[in-house]
């Protein structure tokens, strides 16, 4: 419900005309996450499909389908994210869309896989960070296994399948035909723990919880201030012996026990204490004034509201707003891939020009450029093959662009 959105909302962001093709009911981000902070609308849906037009088409119609195949004769890319017996009823696989269309980038994101005993399972982002491993490396050393805050799955497979799509496209140039695309949220979960999952076949051996530590690096995690928490990386010698002498532990710089990043992983518990007492002695801003001028990595942790007033994201001003319909103001992340020329001083970070669309916002617009006269668009609206909603709004909207 996010991988796929997310990714066309990308592709959006760069430049492309994103068309979204939805059920008379709409899709089911819409019903999830609604805040009456933005009239009851959902904010998953409203983060993940800016930028886009939209249609809703009811694919169990064969009037539906034949809507949807004359935008695929017409499309560069499709992106679907259907389960494979789902795809397999509507007749939706890429040798038919080849048929319609040679040139096509017909980019697939399952759940699992396109094949398996686990193919056909529905999932969301818990279920692939429990079957990827990856719950099982989060979370306290002696607590339970831990989801991580945000969507991993989900957002690692989008941007996965933005990169897939875009290298099909640049063959397609030098080639001329199309070509299919997958992207399985379970593969895309694995993707994220590449070094982790290194560490485990050179072992053998299962990897331990470490709450916020590093497996690779001692100290390196969140430790308590007296007015907060702080983030800390010691990534070399120099640095832990920087370290030590700003906490007034000179001491531990000179053990034998910690003079190796290596011993210190071995005595991880119990330097970790030690340092958790020296920590706790500090106030936040004068610790990390410290390691800063020490060049040792630290941050303080910082809560939303506290990351968008800090200076460095407001520099890079990543995110935008605009005005919704019926949410009315709403601010999202925008695209964080920057690009300019050479010869340009700032570069720009594009973005959605328009918000999220009311479902079926751009039906009668769509099919009038299909080739659909007005009376056989009225004849699929009193069918019910196709839906229009919020006609008012997409009035307004066609007369302010």
């Known amino acids: 419900m996010l991988a796929g959105p997310y990714c066309t909302k990308m592709l959006a962001d760069m430049g492309a005309r994103v068309i979204k093709v939805e059920p008379l009911q709409g899709e089911d981000s819409r019903r999830m996450g609604s805040l009456p902070e933005l009239g009851g609308e959902s904010f998953l849906y409203l983060c993940a499909n800016t930028g886009k037009e939209d249609i809703a088409i009811d694919l169990t119609k064969e009037e539906g389908r034949e809507v949807l195949w004359q935008l695929i004769s017409r499309a560069d890319v499709l992106v679907e994210n259907f389960l494979p017996r789902s795809k397999m009823s509507l007749d939706l696989v890429p040798d038919k869309c080849f048929e319609q269309n040679p040139r096509l980038v017909y980019c697939s994101l399952t759940s699992f896989g396109p094949s398996g005993p686990w193919a056909d399972n529905p999932g969301v982002d818990v279920i692939f960070q429990a079957a990827g491993g990856l719950m099982s490396i989060t979370g306290e050393p002696e607590g339970e296994p831990m989801k991580a805050g945000a969507p991993v799955a989900d957002m690692s497979a989008a941007f996965l399948a933005v990169a897939g799509i875009l290298a099909a496209l640049y063959e397609r140039e030098k080639t001329g035909k199309g070509k299919?695309?997958?992207?399985?949220?379970?593969?895309?979960?694995?993707?994220?723990?590449?070094?982790?999952?290194?560490?485990?076949?050179?072992?053998?051996?299962?990897?331990?919880?470490?709450?916020?530590?590093?497996?690779?690096?001692?100290?390196?995690?969140?430790?308590?201030?007296?007015?907060?928490?702080?983030?800390?990386?010691?990534?070399?010698?120099?640095?832990?012996?920087?370290?030590?002498?700003?906490?007034?532990?000179?001491?531990?710089?000179?053990?034998?026990?910690?003079?190796?990043?290596?011993?210190?992983?071995?005595?991880r518990e119990k330097l970790v204490v030690d340092l958790a007492q020296e920590f706790f002695r500090f106030e936040t801003a004068e610790i990390t004034v410290a390691l800063e001028q020490a060049r040792i990595p630290v941050i303080k942790v910082l809560s939303y509201s506290e990351v968008f007033t800090s200076p460095q994201v407001n520099q890079n001003a990543v995110t935008g707003t605009w005005v919704h319909p019926v949410a009315g103001q709403v601010t999202t992340v925008g695209n964080p891939i920057r690009l300019r020329d050479p010869a340009d001083e700032w570069s720009t970070n594009g973005g959605p020009t328009a918000p999220a669309p009311c479902l079926g916002q751009h039906t009668r617009e769509i099919l009038a450029e299909l080739g659909y006269s007005p009376f056989e668009i009225e004849a699929l609206l009193e069918q019910k093959a196709v839906a229009c909603h919020d006609e008012q709004y997409s009035t307004t909207h066609r007369k302010a662009r």
């Open 180 to 267: 299919v695309v997958e992207v399985s949220l379970l593969d895309a979960i694995l993707t994220v723990q590449a070094s982790m999952i290194t560490m485990y076949f050179a072992t053998g051996r299962d990897l331990p919880r470490l709450g916020t530590g590093s497996p690779v690096l001692v100290p390196s995690q969140m430790f308590r201030t007296l007015d907060g928490y702080i983030a800390v990386s010691v990534f070399n010698e120099r640095s832990w012996q920087r370290l030590c002498q700003i906490l007034g532990r000179e001491d531990l710089a000179h053990d034998p026990r910690y003079d190796s990043n290596d011993k210190r992983i071995v005595e």
